[in-house]
């Protein structure tokens, strides 16, 4: 999806206009997509709601002021928020509502940095539980949530006067951000939630007897992220290596587990030539249905098709497909169990091939900082989250063996991005006030050079059935 490429007027942050550039010059951040969208709709003031905290943080900080009427969040991030980024959110305090798993790697200290940080703020914790990115926490605690949600907007619509026009219900696309508005009453804004595959579509009959409820996909939180991710030159090149060593031939049949948006396959698509057909599956309905526009959009029907099923279980007979492949989902499923599935649809003589993260190796930061921080950032940085029976480390290429694959061929590889590759360009949260600032001059200065980019690690392997 593209915004146009002709020069208009926008909104920025502080509410008056500036010039467009091309996209092909320069890509919109997302705070002023939003700011378009709402601009579009008529609202001046909305409540937000969404995930995960780092979005709602970068959005607190880019938005103006005065168009946030509160914020709902779900606190999971990767790495434990600085209490200097986490006081950025202060003057929300009163109007922020906060929901914490109980169970995970960072979850009590998190709750307890939280709490010291932001006195005042309502802050939910669901017992028993552990929510990283990709949990459907609306679908499991939906009674939870919507009863902590419309008692905490109840309030502070009782504290401000809501002036808003009634939206008629409908659907739309703004700058690239799809939207659906349900309901009446003061604008509900539900950004997306991180990888939940229901997203929000549990609590919107609810949501929507007291609020006009205006869901957004499209180019918006992990949808852009894995889009924004999945073209750059990097991460081709590193694709491509794996198709090269695949050896792909023209008529063979593809298999994509974990596909989320597609982004891969479509290119694959391309690549070929459509010489190739090419399967994508996720347990993930909402990554496939925008995966399916996606397909639409660049006219790839009867080229690339989307199956809804686990990786764990792969909802296909023995020897289905002439290549099995996944990029960066290894570490969030059993791997051994997604591993043997892989290779059981695969036909024998055929190939597997795995691209994993490299948490077992250090990324590489080219920016001017002290040793200090730039170990901090290169260590800490772009580590998600690995469950117990995934991964993300060299145990991949004994696990290739161990499944019975033959010709196995091993390497690791680095993903270069440019710094105007990024998605969103903060200084991440988990950096102290005083760290951020540095941070960003040091940003400033490499690409006043020319030379800010960062390399992380991939574990790459490639192996043949018998």
């Given at each position: 999806m593209k915004a146009n490429s002709r020069s208009t007027a926008r909104l920025n942050r502080h509410g008056t206009t500036e010039s467009d550039l091309t996209v092909e010059e320069r890509p919109l951040p997302v705070e002023e997509r939003l700011l378009q969208l709402l601009q579009h709709l008529g609202i001046e003031q909305a409540h937000f709601a969404g995930g995960p905290a780092w979005f709602l943080w970068y959005l607190h900080r880019n938005m103006p002021p005065h168009i946030v009427s509160s914020m709902t969040g779900f606190f999971l991030p990767p790495a434990l928020p600085h209490p200097d980024a986490l006081s950025d959110l202060r003057p929300l305090a009163g109007r922020l509502l906060t929901f914490f798993g109980e169970r995970g790697p960072v979850a009590t200290e998190e709750q307890q940095r939280f709490r010291e940080s932001l006195p005042g703020t309502t802050a939910v914790i669901f017992r028993d539980y552990f929510s990283p990115f990709w949990a459907d926490v609306v679908a499991d605690r939906t009674k939870e949530i919507g009863d902590a949600m419309l008692e905490f907007l109840a309030r502070i619509d009782q504290e401000q006067e809501s002036t808003a026009a009634p939206l008629a219900e409908g659907e739309g696309e703004v700058a690239g951000i799809s939207y659906r508005i349900q309901g009446s009453g003061p604008p509900l804004v539900l950004l997306p939630l991180g990888l939940a595959p229901s997203?929000?579509?549990?609590?919107?009959?609810?949501?929507?007897?007291?609020?006009?409820?205006?869901?957004?996909?499209?180019?918006?939180?992990?949808?852009?992220?894995?889009?924004?991710?999945?073209?750059?030159?990097?991460?081709?090149?590193?694709?491509?290596?794996?198709?090269?060593?695949?050896?792909?031939?023209?008529?063979?049949?593809?298999?994509?587990?974990?596909?989320?948006?597609?982004?891969?396959?479509?290119?694959?698509?391309?690549?070929?030539?459509?010489?190739?057909?090419?399967?994508?599956?996720?347990?993930?309905?909402?990554?496939?249905?925008?995966?399916?526009a996606l397909v639409r959009k660049e006219g790839l029907e009867g080229v690339v098709e989307f199956r809804q099923g686990s990786a764990d279980a792969l909802p296909f007979?023995?020897?289905?497909?002439?290549?099995?492949?996944?990029?960066?989902?290894?570490?969030?499923?059993?791997?051994?169990?997604?591993?043997?599935?892989?290779?059981?649809?695969?036909?024998?003589?055929?190939?597997?091939?795995?691209?994993?993260?490299?948490?077992?190796?250090?990324?590489?930061?080219?920016?001017?900082?002290?040793?200090?921080?730039?170990?901090?950032?290169?260590?800490?940085?772009?580590?998600?989250?690995?469950?117990?029976?995934?991964?993300?480390?060299?145990?991949?290429?004994?696990?290739?063996?161990?499944?019975?694959?033959?010709?196995?061929?091993?390497?690791?590889?680095?993903?270069?991005?440019?710094?105007?590759?990024?998605?969103?360009?903060?200084?991440?949260?988990?950096?102290?006030?005083?760290?951020?600032?540095?941070?960003?001059?040091?940003?400033?200065?490499?690409?006043?050079?020319?030379?800010?980019?960062?390399?992380f690690p991939l574990h790459c392997a490639v192996g043949t059935k018998p």
């Open positions: 997203q929000w579509e549990p609590l919107l009959p609810r949501l929507s007897e007291h609020y006009c409820a205006i869901t957004l996909g499209g180019e918006i939180g992990w949808v852009r992220i894995l889009e924004k991710r999945g073209r750059t030159p990097g991460w081709l090149r590193v694709v491509g290596n794996l198709i090269d060593q695949i050896l792909l031939r023209p008529g063979e049949s593809v298999l994509d587990v974990g596909c989320g948006t597609g982004v891969y396959d479509r290119w694959l698509a391309h690549r070929t030539g459509r010489a190739n057909r090419v399967t994508g599956l996720d347990i993930n309905g909402y990554l496939l249905r925008e995966a399916a007979p023995d020897n289905s497909f002439d290549v099995t492949m996944t990029v960066g989902v290894m570490a969030e499923v059993d791997a051994d169990r997604m591993l043997a599935e892989m290779a059981r649809v695969t036909k024998p003589g055929g190939r597997v091939a795995v691209i994993t993260f490299a948490f077992d190796v250090p990324s590489w930061m080219n920016l001017p900082l002290s040793a200090e921080l730039k170990t901090k950032v290169e260590t800490t940085g772009g580590r998600g989250v690995v469950t117990e029976r995934g991964c993300a480390d060299a145990s991949l290429y004994r696990r290739f063996h161990q499944a019975g694959l033959v010709q196995v061929s091993m390497f690791l590889q680095l993903c270069t991005q440019l710094f105007t590759e990024q998605i969103e360009r903060e200084a991440p949260m988990y950096l102290s006030r005083e760290e951020r600032d540095a941070y960003r001059e040091a940003v400033d200065q490499a690409e006043a050079e020319g030379t800010a980019f960062i390399a």
